[in-house]
């Protein structure tokens, strides 16, 4: 095993000047670091270091910033030597200050931030303004020039990087995975994603492991496990593991620069040969990684008050604090700074050296500067084909059915073909394409798979777009991390399992929400969800898979980031679709059934019913203009059929009853204007809602989500609201309504109890209803199937008087 | 490489009796899941298979089930052959008819359901009860005997082993890890709990990688990569990898009994070794696991309509489909069944015949019938420490500091040493126990670590009963597996990372709610978790660390199952811990902040307000028993303390306004008593909040979810939230709640824009506040840290008139 393993040994790689260059670069680096943490004032030392001198609060993590240094400064000399294209996916995030100082010796970063220029007054600001009110995040934020990912919560990174690869042959990603964060779950599954990377078609990860050993306040598993497991682990993973340990800095850049140059070399030759293959011939390459194992902390105070801290955890933020009342502190911290000899490395003007700014590369080849890293530079709107054409049409509503997410399929297989050439459309999704029922997609593409194909498997292809791995946090990784660079994509998931990546779904939202605020961030192509096997139709599964609450967790974000669409039938889905694909910076949320449903509007209406985000729909309703009774209100397609059918049932039994029906598709519409752009007008929602009618509110997911949108309102104390109450078990879809009080003979009942004016009529209906429900029950017990009458029934049946 | 993973060579291991015997109850096994997912019935094909026999429609998954009941057969004969106390974790737990089959086939079905007797009657009503109207689930749900894991979602299974494993030294945890699941992030770190278990103290975990090759449409990732790399990663995780492959019976049958006894030999050796040492003497042994490589779908149709389905994806579900319509199909149904040979397997009443039923260990050996599988049978209440001892002591509000998690710690080191014998409490937490201020329960008890420990490393300890790694989804898995097999712990995180496990608190409150629905599922320890390092005190990080949402992720869950408190102290703090480690079958999250900050309530006080859950401070309040201009209510800390602050003001300036104080503990009990158990009567909640009177509310999250507790309360319309509004950055805390108008400054300015009759004067104080507020902003951004006068700021400095 060893020998597929150690590194050859050559001779030493960097000439002595390009050594004292590089190292020189990787001084400043560190320099610039400590000075982030610590200092807001004297940046360049030119007197002896005070109090004063000192933020009175330190913060900030020192720890991992030297190795992300050191990492920066060598990829720095490779984008040089190779004229390579390189960006920095920095997964120990909260090394903030390190990313901004290379970005700042690169000269990006006085660029994009003027007033942060390359001098003395510069490196006041930007030490003074790292971790301060008013100031920059403590992490690789969207503030930091050529960084796609924050990292601030921890996992992340490697998907995201992948994600960047796909589709951007001349691309490579160096990814730096902190030993940490190596521990989490969405880490660990992502080492995987060299089995969907095509060497001719996508570009390369060039993973680095950094072992520095500790965490907050312990070693990290990938630290402490023999050298053996260790290099087992990432051969078992596909990767060749290049290992480069060490402290003592000039041995470290010699074999850190050889193995850099070995693990390049071994991406060109792998690309080369895939791209003289036929396209679709060449199987899964063992692709290099690196693993960096170097001291946490490195080059800062090796003890602090007697306790070991270069090496050990204690380096993980600040090494040294309470400065104001420890003057051996602040000699320390002195020294420190001293130790990286700053007067070598800035010149008067407090400028870095030349001999330093020569090392960077140059324009657009700088990772701080590359447009991969600003993806939106890079966007180009999809080529979207023609809805009509993938329309459902009928004479009627509920005359015919349709199933939403295949007629979905088939558009997206169109925008698939359309952008065929552009590359940079794909969807991703846990294995779950087909279960979705988007398998036309597969007209257009295959599943991408570098591993073994057989005779027998369906749709696997080297050069598929379509990315399945049972792993929610990997399709969502991989999707960022493409959309950050600029492409274009989907989420097709379960409901209920959108939430294993809700604290990603957080991240991204926030990152979009901060970088608004940042003029050189152009915008990136939305992240679009389509949620469907939703939580009415779970008959496979049951209560494990039911769960709509996903929304609740989206409506928590920033109102102008998030929007939520519950097209109610297959043409209000494929508007939807088309209109979530031409958006930018928001997350779209697409909630919608696979099963046959009967379908309501023609694709003309839809357009015009999604428009308006919510409507009534008067050919369902009795009142014409005048105010109704009751107002029938319904968000998601199991509700709009239960509302439809109630109302039905309601028009036969009490014709006499004024019923409006209102349909919402753009769930964002019920807020009061002020709070979401898509909300209506409080005018707009009394006229729709009335002032004072019974509102019955039958909504896909938990019914206060729907109090939350609308409890300003003016008739809010009137809606009621039924929805998901955990209710839940392997069951027919009615059954889950009937078990929920969301089906047809509840909302009966609900006008009923709402309308007292209904009377004795509504009394007897209302004991109907209750007989209908128990002979469902008694029904479905020994059929195991919804009655037949229930599954039969069309909205025009209330012309037939099929019902009774 | 290779030599360490060949198992020997042996002789055929099963005698020709024994072989027959397993294979037989592997058959009936088998024959019994395929009944469950096809038949209503005739049970036992007594006569030719028609199409009423057949469920109209079908549901289940048959292509992991074979794999699972050939797992169990084996694991039973290991059992009854060593006497050996296992149970079995069932990762593909949608492989739940397999389940039941095999409980059904111990007898323990059929105790736990006389209903579901050991006869055709029984039989028929096993086959139709599942996944059908009123029956059961269809996976391993909380109802079948055995389980403590459902496995609906996928990725939890080995880290739900290692929980249970723990402090069971007798007690052997055969996981099943599907390779579909085994694709998920949380599933590929959990491999690395080997090094956490003590092989001592702890009991073991036989993992069991099924590949069968396939999810749902496509290969998975571990079945196709190529042999070195599969046995290279499981060396790399810490395992030695014993392969069983093949897909002949009884060939497959002598392999895996010589493999499992070859594993549980080495297991055995393992335990014998380690605790025939010196406690703390033995490093992280090398455990066996087991990868088997079997068809999916094994023993089913081989081919459908000329389509290839034993050994390929298109057996995931159901093989064979449209019965009605295809009378092949439903031929194929009957010989598929019948090659079962269920003459042989069940006797004329239609039970098991003895020879099988003589193959499952007896009494509580039964893997359905282990109390760790019940784990309630097993709890024994914490010993609890005096409160009394632990509180913080002061003579009035706002006269000391006290850091409220690091009370809570001591007293967590109290629970933990009168707790040490009975070995039944454990904390979890990603390395941050003593960054969340915990760290005293470092003077009980170490981090358990089985890797290396060196001269300078800080409370590492073989023995430790902390467990940290850099995985919220492993401590929730582990100390979900924990309480399910009756003991206690607490999960400490960062406040805004808990989303991570969003998911996975979604199906333990599910498996909670089920449960209690089960007579015979006794009740286990509650889920407690304590969320600190929250939104309001994130310094150090920022805008990615501030997310207060997990609150309303978990108010979607059942009411009674879930509990979330808000102490604004640390004697609340130390009285909620108190209560939370007492209950049972609940999830209890409590929020509370780590930094010093100003003391409201001594201990006694404390008490009672907690168990009120919310009440008066009649000491903050100015309007004794009448009735007040204003409530000033609030839930959290860092909303408390801005109240008081508030509150101080208005008493300084406005002292003609009658301001009452209310602060809530107990989130629940702003709810409905009709919705949540803990929710006040209106009676009570219009007593506290007035009918008509503006409430000032500053809550702790996001402010939309007061609205949703309190939305059908009288005086609703009055009640104005401040909260979190997704306005964060790396600042300080007062900063904090200035960007989000949380602070003392705006809640003033709330009064006075709520209460008009405070006139000019009020009108004057309201200009003063944003003079305040103007002077504060100027500050931070100079000095970085708050103004001088609000870091000094104190209750009883109202007295002192030290606030102007």
Known sequence: MASNLAAPREPDRLPEQELRRLDAWWRAANYLTVGQIYLLDNPLLREPLRIEHVK??????????????????HLNRVIRMQDANLIYVCGPGHGGPAMVANTYLEGTYSELNPEVSLDEDG????????????????????????????GGELGYALAHAFGAAFDNPDLVVACVVGDGEAETGPLATAWHSNKFLNPSRDGAVLPILHLNGYKIANPTILARIPDEELRALFIGYGYEPLLVEGHEPDAMHQRMATVLDQAMAQIRNIQAAARAQQPGAQARPRWPMIILRSPKGWTGPKQVDGLKTEGFWRSHQVPLSGLADNPEHLKLLEDWLRSYRPHELFDAAGAPVAEIRATAPVGARRMSASPHANGGLLRKALQMPELGEHAVAFSQPGAVKAEATRVMGDFLRAVMQANAQARNFRIVGPDETASNRLQDVFKATGRAWMETILEEDTFLARDGRVLEILSEHTCQGW??????????????????FIHIIDSMFNQHAKWLDASREIPWRQPIASLNYLLTSHVWHQEHNGFSHQDPGFIDVALNKKADIVRVYLPPDANTLLWVTDHVLRTWDRINIIVAGKPPLWQWLPMEQAARHCQAGLGV??????????????????AGDAPTLETLAAVALLRQHLPQLKVRVVNVVDLMALQPSQVHPHGVSDARFDALFTIDKPVIFAYHGYPWTIHRLSYRRTNHRNIHVRGYNEEGTTTTPFDMTVLNGLDRFHLVQSVIEWVPQVGAEGAALHRLMQDKLAEHTAYVRVHGQDMPEIRDWRWNAIDQGALE
Not at 484 to 496: D, I, K, N, P, V
């Open 56 to 73: 009175p609060r330190l913060l900030g993590h020192w720890g991992t910033s030297p190795g992300l240094s050191f990492i920066y400064a």
């Open 123 to 150: 490196m006041r600001k930007l030490f003074r303004q790292f971790s301060f009110p008013g100031g920059i995040p403590s992490h690789a934020a969207p503030d930091v020039p050529g960084s796609i990912h924050e």
């Open 479 to 496: 999707l960022e991390g493409y959309l950050l660079t600029g492409r274009h994509g989907l989420f097709s998931c379960y409901e209920a």
């Open 617 to 634: 729909w008067e050919w369902a309703s009795n009142c014409g203009d005048s105010e109704p009774d009751v107002v029938m209100a319904c």
